[in-house]
């Protein structure tokens, strides 16, 4: 076989694992976030719109204003245009994407292992079921393209400096990836600190002084490209992450020892979802997880995890350089969205899941090298048949779970099968029976998600304007009381609660809540409630 051919059928087979897990979404519907970001959102619907995108947040106002993603966006806009918003469009490019991705791990593994640990790194991430969410759901083009752009670059990175110094060709191409990364998803921000690991670690014979010397006009040039992205983020979003934390963290009162202990009892389900996914959730909230006051024993697995992740990480960096590299790779692209440094807008979601997976596929590389060197030829039969009966039930799962993101129907029926006990699950299904006007079923789900969790304000304001709508105003006044009994600063709903108020004749009632709302309501609801106490006076003077 020729050398060139050695090369192809690696990756080709990667390319194919990658097409089978990801070919059958290339039917399915806009699902879940899709239709508020995509199909519900007219910004993405007009290329005459594609410049203000840099200038506006990922998720429109009435879905909270989150993040700041304008290459995405611009992505979206251009396939909307291309297919006319035919929802194949989106997902063949997800699978184009998926394939790339498959390719860059691959690529990028290959400066660091064999040509087997290499292959073996890439098929995993190929077929990994935890990045089913990512690349079925059409919103996961943000993860797709960070990943793509930080694996592209930590290859050019760790050959370049394997070959001496960095050329310019080479720092622009790499701040490049950055910016597209950066202005793709938030957590691309790791780019740097996953460089100086590589440097750290796998890239070999020179000391750190050289090190430095050489990395400084690199550093510079991302150092320049972080600078330029904050500020233009800080322009558009007010906080440092531009995103709203997790509604149990902030009703709940969690400090930060709070949300970390809580993090520390996820961490053996995180761990879980890495190295052995055979249950997957598109939600994982309370009940189904467990929010933490103070310290309990249940935290010290996650504890034990953590700590023993750093401890092999720091005691293999000579010995084993590769899976050192690789645990590295896992703590720092999961620490942004880890919840233990600022609070996210979750506990745990596989999408977080899919850049820290690239660090476990390399983990997984290095171990099939490890055991093909140590063990006699015919054990390495029966390695490798092994390592084909794991890809093949990866494979097998990730198509399998491929089908729950078709659409609503099947995404939520499958969400209330697999996070039953979670509140959020029954509130999204809610929301859902809510659109498709099925009144009766929706009040059930709300009742439930309540039950459940009482403490989300915001979830109690999506009810309380879901029965508003509903004409429901003696169940949605008992919700708004609730809510700003509970979050008195709470600004969303207070028109909506004024409205309720007179339509139950409580003027007094209503009079002083629409007072009240002038000092908390949105800006778009102050002229509403003006000309509500207008109203609500002309009543009050009426004679009874």
């Not at 991705?101 to 690529?107: D, F, N, Q, R």
């Not at 990480?313 to 896992?330: E, M």
């Not at 491929?402 to 995404?411: D, G, I, P, Q, S």
Request: with cysteine; charged share 15%.
């Amino acid at each position: 076989m020729t050398t060139s051919w050695r090369r192809i059928i690696p990756a080709a087979t990667i390319a194919a694992l990658a097409l089978i897990a990801t070919a059958t979404s290339i039917g399915h519907d806009f699902t879940f976030d899709d239709r508020g970001v995509i199909l519900e959102n007219e910004r993405v619907h007009s290329l005459a719109h594609l410049p203000r995108l840099f200038a506006e947040t990922y998720w429109p106002a009435r879905f909270g204003g989150d993040g700041y993603r304008p290459f995405v966006m611009s992505l979206f806009t251009l396939q909307w245009a291309a297919g006319h918003g035919a929802p194949w469009v989106f997902h063949a490019i997800n699978i184009l994407l998926a394939i790339a991705t498959a390719l860059a791990v691959y690529w990028c593994a290959l400066a660091i292992l064999p040509p087997l640990g290499a292959w073996v790194a890439g098929a995993f991430f190929a077929v990994h079921p935890v990045h089913v969410e990512v690349t079925g759901n059409i919103v996961g083009q943000s993860e797709l393209i960070v990943a793509l752009c930080v694996a592209l670059a930590m290859g050019l990175y760790i050959r370049a400096r394997r070959q001496g110094t960095l050329r310019a060709a080479l720092i622009i191409a790499v701040a490049a990836l950055f910016a597209v990364a950066l202005l793709s998803k938030e957590h691309a921000i790791v780019l740097p600190a996953l460089i100086v690991a590589a440097d750290l670690l796998v890239v070999e014979g020179q000391g750190w002084r050289q090190s430095i010397r050489a990395a400084r006009p690199l550093v510079l040039a991302l150092s320049l490209v972080a600078v330029v992205y904050l500020l233009a983020r800080g322009l558009v979003q007010e906080d440092i992450t531009g995103i709203q934390p997790y509604g149990v963290f902030k009703f709940l009162h969690l400090n930060a020892w709070d949300r970390i202990g809580t993090m520390m009892t996820e961490v053996p389900r995180i761990g879980q979802l890495l190295v052995f996914p055979t249950k997957l959730s598109a939600d994982y909230s309370p009940t189904d997880v467990s929010a933490a006051r103070g310290f309990s024993p249940a935290q010290l697995p996650g504890l034990v995890i953590c700590a023993g992740a750093i401890v092999l990480a720091v005691s293999l960096r000579r010995r084993a350089p590769v899976v050192s590299f690789g645990l590295w790779w896992l703590m720092i692209a999961f620490l942004p969205v880890s919840n233990l440094l600022v609070p996210a807008g979750f506990i745990t979601a596989e999408r977080t899941l899919f850049l820290p997976s690239v660090g476990v596929v390399l983990l997984a590389g290095a171990i099939a090298v490890y055991v093909s060197e140590t063990i006699g030829a015919g054990q390495r039969r029966i390695a490798a048949l092994a390592l084909g009966v794991v890809l093949c039930a990866a494979l097998a799962r990730s198509i399998d779970r491929m089908r729950v993101w078709k659409n609503n129907e099947r995404f939520f029926a499958a969400l209330m099968r697999d996070a039953a006990n979670g509140y959020r699950a029954h509130y999204l299904h809610a929301l859902e029976l809510q659109r498709l006007s099925r009144f009766a079923e929706m009040e059930v789900e709300y009742r439930h998600a309540i039950r459940i969790f009482p403490y989300d304000a915001g979830m109690n304001l999506g009810v309380a304007d879901a029965y508003t709508r509903a004409g429901m105003c003696a169940q949605a006044v008992t919700l708004f009381e609730w809510t700003f009994n509970v979050d008195p600063e709470a600004g969303n709903g207070r028109y909506e609660y004024v409205y309720c108020l007179a339509r139950l004749g409580r003027w007094k009632d209503a009079k002083r809540e629409a007072f009240t709302g002038l000092s908390h309501a949105p800006p778009q609801d102050i002229k509403l409630l003006r000309a509500a106490i207008r109203d609500i006076n002309v009543a009050l003077a009426a004679p009874h």
